[in-house]
């Protein structure tokens, strides 16, 4: 039968089956095993745990037993059920306000959209790079005017050339 | 154009530059002119104007260097204690309140948990100053690889919730990582840069002091017409052998550097691209890059932007000052040789293709000075590669021609002929001179202690000297093929850098550096008989540093022979005697708090629920993907993640419902093997 740690003491840390006794199946030792490691990756307290297992294990008494794909589908389908009515509904929100509920605000109703929120909204500004003349020939021609220039200003300090302009 | 009032530092600079031309130019050609004299008595005159020509020419660089560098010591030695009215540090002036800065980290394919502890150093450090109100985070991913992606993602939501700074510290994925890291930052301009006056860029082993970034905020607002500020970071933070060297080197002689190369530029000085703060309004109206014409590597995108977007900068009326003096900025070395090479491998195409804009109208001459300088940090080594060439075929010719080893044609060394020896004395000393400067500073300023002691550093500047003495044709070496390879149009992409301390094997030091070692190995035991014993003197550090190169590469990068030199106070860096607690707070134990995503971040994204809900809320309904998504979710429940491409999973990754869908389907599976594939059995 399967046996929760809670109910059975701490010593107890492993499902206990018996499919000789109980109806479910050896299948769901790796069923159940794997919905509790799925549980145990989501900060559950320890009621919202218990209830859940409840849940689950109480689901699996109900499903036909030849069909380990169904019970599996169904096993799994019901958990996230169950993980959806802690949050108004919807499992992926519930596992995401599970995750940030260290900093998640009470008052938030959709932690997805919250956390999109903290994401800055873009305001688009155009950044194009301006034309740019590379011409080697432009620059000599450049480089020679003002070099010109130099002369020019310093020829005006010399007296002759200076007196001629 | 833009033009301030009162840029009374231009007529300043420009006699300080007029200086050091004059400097340079001077003993260059005076040099020039000696050795013309030596060369016309035993030369062709193809040899002659050849040999000249390059000799010139790297002389006149490696003085540029050394003028810096005393200008430098001079500028410490009389201290900061007589600031000029323009410095922009005396003009700074209390934030207003409403001012904003963003600090961006461009990250492509990093070390995630290094990256974080970087933020988070930053982070907690501004908060420590009370100024953390000014200030923004943006961790801005350009990350292609899947793995990558949502570390990273993972990792932004727990440090938010670590510092429960959500809506402070935020993250972005650009799905398309065009122009790489210059794109990345121009992307963040174009999407948020209205929101921000001012933003730090980081490199993704950058760290800045709180303090730091606050001071630049005060320095910005006091001056309006400041573009750009730049602080010196400083190497830290290695054990591999190669990179304390390296930081050593870096920390004993670029102060001197930083000093003088301030004291040259003033408000035209340089970016490197990170740990310096932007006005982000002009940046954004001047300074996104064109692309040149013609294909790459010479051509399209610039594979180094910084040098670039400072002369845009400043070609726009902007100042750009370089505040090395500010302290509290660091970041990280290349751990070994081969690493350092390829970061080299990149910058030399970058520095080549800013030649490319030497003829650029509007710009600066102090930045076509940067570009021509950048440049010749690669180029110098096929120069000097020709130039040995030329000395090799100058002997043979001296020996052609019946010369005897008591008299040789270039190289007559001995009381007959005293000059070769003078010209090896004079380059030396420009060569050396920093060195031996920047002990003396060290020295002056009681901070020898700092660096391990006198004692300490005095052994630490020898092995370095020789170390780099041996390194240096190994560097020429490669640099000279990565200038060819530019040359010849086989360009390098931007990549992933290596962070951590990871040793050069063997195999891969052989398979980068056998060929040279080869080369070496001949030369050292057949050159001899061909040269003659002065000449392979002359040349024998040469065939030493080609033939050591194998087992230099391999022992540099190992952490325990770095560890072993710090154990004996070798090679000690201030930061390593007075840790600043930005850097302690890179350890380990400050991210531990890090989500610990073992194996496959895909699966674990696909099947942890918290990462699951996480990653799907930043994600959007791509519902014109539907159809390919439905295909490859399809596909990877039935085969399994691993058979899944990079790119599927990129595609997977970026729709939320797929993402959903996949969570609920991998979860409902019952059959052993598929379980097992997805990491649930």
Known sequence: MYVDQWQSGPAAVEFDFSPATDPMAAGDVLLLSRMDAYLSRLPFDDAQRLWLRAELALQLRQLPMDDPAIRSARAFATLQNRIATLHRGDEWEARLALTLRPVLPIEIEQPSRWLRGQQLQPERTKMASAPMQRSLSAFLQRQAQSLRGVLNRGLRLVPFFGSAR | MKHHPGRGWEALSQGRRRWLTALIAIPAAALGVLLQHELALSQPIWLEIFTLGIFVLLFAWISAGFWTALVGFFVLLRGRARPVSFDPEILSQHPRADARVAVIMPIYNEEVARTIAGLQACYRSLQRTGKLEHFEFFLLSDSRDPQSWVTEELAWASLCEELNAFGRIHYRRRPINNHAKSGNVADFCRRWGKRYEYMVVLDADSVMAGDTLYRMLEVMEGNPQVGILQTQPVSVNRSTLYARIQQFSQRLYGPLFSAGLRFWQLGDGHFIGHNAMIRVAPFTEHCALPILPGPAPLGGQFLSHDFVEAALMARAGWEVWFLP??????????????????????????????????????????????????AMSFLAAPLWGIFLVLGAISGLLFWKHGGSTSSMSLFHYG??????????????????????????????????????????????????SVIAIVLAPVRMVFHSLFVLQTLAGRGVKWGAQVRGDQETP?????????????????????????????????????????????????????????????????????????????????????????????????????????????????????????????????????????????????????????????????WSQHEPEKLAAWGLL
Not at chain 2, 348 to 358: E, F, I, P, T
Not at chain 2, 437 to 448: D, E, K, P, T, Y
Not at chain 2, 615 to 641: E, S
Not at chain 2, 651 to 665: E, G, P, V
Request: with cysteine; proline share 5%.
């Open chain 2, 325 to 374: 003096e500010l302290g509290g900025s660091w970041e990280e070395s290349p751990p070994t040789l081969i690493d350092d090479l390829k970061r080299d491998r990149r910058w030399a195409q970058g520095n080549m293709q800013h030649l490319r804009l030497l003829a650029a109208d509007g710009l600066r001459s102090a930045h076509r000075f940067l570009f021509i300088n950048g």
């Open chain 2, 415 to 464: 009381v007959d002929n005293p000059l070769p020896v003078w010209l090896f004395a004079v380059t030396l000393t420009f060569l050396l001179g920093p060195k031996l400067l920047a002990v003396i500073w060290v020295h002056w300023s009681r901070q020898a202690k700092y660096f391990g002691g006198t004692a300490a550093l005095l052994f630490g500047v020898f092995f370095e």
């Open chain 2, 506 to 666: 063997w195999a891969v030091a052989v398979r980068n550096f056998g060929i040279l070692s080869l080369v070496g190995l001949l030369f050292l035991f057949g050159a001899q008989p061909l040269l003659g014993f002065w000449h392979f003197a002359w040349l024998l550090p040469i065939f030493l540093g080609l033939a050591l190169s194998v087992p230099l590469a391999v022992f540099t990068s190992r952490s325990s022979w770095g560890l072993w030199a710090r154990r004996r106070r070798l090679f000690l860096i201030p930061e390593e005697i007075q840790v600043p607690r930005e850097l302690r707070e890179l350890s380990p134990e400050y991210v531990d708090f890090l989500p610990q995503v073992d194996g496959d971040a895909f699966v674990a994204t696909v099947v942890d629920p918290r990462f699951n809900a996480v990653h799907a809320a930043l994600q959007r309904d791509r519902a014109g993907l539907w159809g390919v998504t439905a295909a490859l979710c399809n596909k990877a429940l039935t085969l399994g993640p691993a058979e899944l491409s990079r790119r599927e999973r990129n595609i997977l990754l970026s729709d939320r419902q797929a993402m959903l869908t996949l969570h609920r389907a991998v």
